[in-house]
């Protein structure tokens, strides 16, 4: 059986019409959209809308780059199956997943340094 890191990364090469990448592009953009909506006072929104703006300007790239951090998501990975012969990835992960995905990490995808808190002893 293929390790979590094999499966994840097969999923990026996942590139056809109608393909996980497609499908991820897409969802990618449309969480670029979200963030260019939100309040001036979120925290770190200067840095999520500079980034937000680098995906609308390039989204092939954008999720090119991210999909490494993105596959590796619960939310898809548990939905994703390897087929040892092929060296391929299939997810039945639904959009609803990987944009939750996308939006968990986005902070992450844009590069910022957003440490959390410990909570109170």
């Known amino acids: 059986m293929a390790d979590p890191t094999t499966i994840g990364m097969a999923l990026t090469r996942d590139v056809g019409p109608g393909g996980y990448m497609e499908r991820q ?7 670029a959209g979200d963030v ?38 619960t939310n898809i990975l548990t939905y994703t ?12 992960a639904a959009d609803g997943n ?5 939006s968990e990490l986005w902070n992450s995808l844009a590069g910022i340094d957003a440490p959390t808190t410990a909570p109170p002893a």
Do not use: C, F
């Open 25 to 31: 592009t897409a969802l990618l953009m449309k969480e």
């Open 36 to 73: 260019l909506k939100e309040l001036a006072g979120t925290p770190y929104h200067a840095q999520r809308a500079q980034y937000a703006q680098r995906v609308i300007s390039q989204p092939q790239m954008a999720s090119t780059a991210g999909a490494p951090l993105i596959v590796m998501h």
């Open 81 to 92: 199956t390897y087929d040892e012969t092929s060296k391929t990835s299939a997810t039945t």
């Open 98 to 102: 990987i944009e939750a995905a996308i």
